[in-house]
């Protein structure tokens, strides 16, 4: 098969979406597909356009036998709200002409967001005669007007139409969770339209390494300390300010670290809320590479998953089966009717506490530390779940399965239209 993944993100982008799309590609890959991949120039999470790809219109580049051209966009570091549009207008634009002027797919994978490049996927998809599948990551406008990023009402109508076209001019959708069913439902969606495929995880590349001669630990001065880490964006929709306020709680206690990890400016507001609340038991650091990532998660006793309370409920974070498949033990604080919540739960490998509250959290926490029989049960746990539900292989299975159902349906539609005109 020929497939087109239209994605905003992809490598070298460290977090969110871009390790998954940038694995689902090279999977195809490897299963003997050609694969071309419609992106930004990178930028995220730091919001501005990684320095060897600066003053660039246009660029392609070829990795693990995957096509990747890459589009320029308006990005600033700290975007306000027509920064924002201006984003999503830019790329919706600028990607269009690579995706047009390369070869035509049989099958294009569209990841959301970007909400406003449904507009030129639906356009490639009727020009080049070939169905699309949208991938819900996230639901848009509703996700943002939920947490206050978007508040205009004109543009809430706008990404709300946007929303409705995406829905309408996708041949099916996949979403990562099943609050994302109920919510497609709920708009009018038709079931036959939705396919559930969880996000995935690498369990050959993330999986449990050992504590012992840990270069991360010995590196950060962590040796025979209770490591609780978070790894990640730092943004609105986490309150990490939480996390911050939880380790002053527990300062008293010196064998307890937490470590926060994640984008520069993030840092620097927390850096601060450190200082604030005499938090001098959190060691802040920049993002790893991505190569170090499994021995950084084994260097932690336990995983951290945050959210706010007015995070919306079917939001579903992908570090939630990193985490789980490094085979450590989960403390997440987030709103106990998520999606989130409920995947934890499943699990066996966590605990979940109410989101926005710093006590609850240091108390989780603590509970861990005095019980290390219960921290690596709740490991165990993990793992064997990550393994069961969240193999990259199963979901690369139904992708690729995906994609020759929805051909093998064009292939049919085609011969049955032949066929009535020669009749």
């Avoid at 999977?27 to 320095?51: F, S």
């Avoid at 504590?211 to 609105?236: C, K, M």
């Avoid at 193999?391 to 349906?409: D, G, P, R, T, V």
Wanted: proline share 6%.
């Amino acid at each position: 098969m020929r497939i087109l993944i239209y994605s905003y993100n992809y490598h070298p982008e460290p977090i969110g979406i871009a390790p998954l799309m940038t694995e689902l590609a090279e999977g195809l890959v490897k299963r003997g597909h050609q694969v071309r991949v419609v992106t930004a120039m990178p930028n995220y999470p730091e919001r501005q356009i990684y320095e060897e790809y600066r003053g660039k219109w246009y660029l392609t580049e070829f990795k693990n036998g995957v096509e990747i051209q890459r589009s320029y966009v308006w990005i600033r570091p700290q975007p306000n709200l027509l920064d924002r549009v201006l984003l999503d207008a830019s790329f919706a634009v600028s990607s269009f002409i690579p995706a047009l002027i390369g070869w035509r797919p049989d099958v294009i994978v569209s990841t959301s967001p970007s909400l406003p490049s449904c507009v030129p996927v639906a356009l490639l998809g009727w020009l080049r005669a070939c169905p699309v599948v949208l991938n819900l990551q996230d639901i848009l406008p509703e996700a943002a007007v939920h947490v206050g990023l978007l508040k205009n009402k004109l543009l809430i109508q706008l990404f709300t139409l946007l929303e409705k076209f995406a829905y309408h001019s996708a041949t099916k959708i996949s979403v990562i969770a099943d609050g994302f069913v109920e919510n497609l439902r709920s708009k009018g969606v038709q079931a036959e339209k939705i396919v559930q495929i969880p996000n995935w995880v690498d369990v050959n590349f993330i999986r449990p390494l050992p504590q012992e001669n840990n270069a991360f630990r010995t590196a950060h001065n962590l040796n025979d300390q209770f490591v609780v880490l978070y790894s990640g964006n730092i943004a609105l929709t986490q309150g990490l300010e939480s996390v911050v306020k939880a380790a002053s709680i527990l300062r008293h206690i010196p064998d307890i670290t937490f470590v926060i990890v994640g984008e520069a400016k993030g840092l620097q507001r927390l850096q601060q809320e450190c200082l604030d609340c005499g938090a001098d038991n959190v060691l802040l650091l920049p993002f790893q590479p991505r190569k170090n990532l499994p021995e950084m998660l084994a260097a932690a006793d336990v995983g951290l998953v945050v959210q706010k309370k007015n995070v919306i409920s079917f939001n579903m974070p992908s570090k939630i089966q990193v985490l789980l498949a490094s085979g450590r033990a989960l403390v997440a604080s987030v709103p106990d009717n998520g999606t989130a919540a409920r995947a934890i739960r499943q699990s066996g490998g966590g605990v979940v506490v109410p989101p926005e509250d710093p006590q609850a959290l240091a108390m989780a926490i603590f509970d861990l530390y005095q019980n290390p029989e219960k921290v690596k049960t709740l490991g165990y746990k993990s793992r064997q779940y990550a393994v069961e539900q969240y193999a990259f292989e199963q979901a690369l299975n139904q992708y690729e399965s995906l994609c020759y159902s929805l051909i093998a349906n064009r292939r049919t539609i085609h011969s049955t239209i032949v066929t009535k005109q020669e009749v």
